[in-house]
């Protein structure tokens, strides 16, 4: 017999509700569409840019 036990893993059902909320409020603002995930992901694609600059031309000078 196959039974369901996802509750079983959390002995307090409440703190892991709390915990599923702030991670969803984290996603949320760090999320490509919130301001800090935008400028992560405008700062990494800037960033692999010149990484590829330097690697075929070589450094400026």
Do not use: K
Request: proline fraction near 7%; include cysteine; glycine fraction near 8%.
């Amino acid at each position: 017999m196959i039974t369901d036990n996802t509750q079983a893993a959390s002995p307090h059902p409440a703190e892991t509700s709390q915990h599923d909320a702030r991670a969803r409020q984290a996603m949320n603002w760090y999320g490509f569409g919130s301001p800090v995930g935008l400028a992560l992901l405008i700062l990494s694609i800037s960033l692999s840019a010149v990484c590829l600059r330097i690697a075929f031309f070589g450094l400026p000078g």
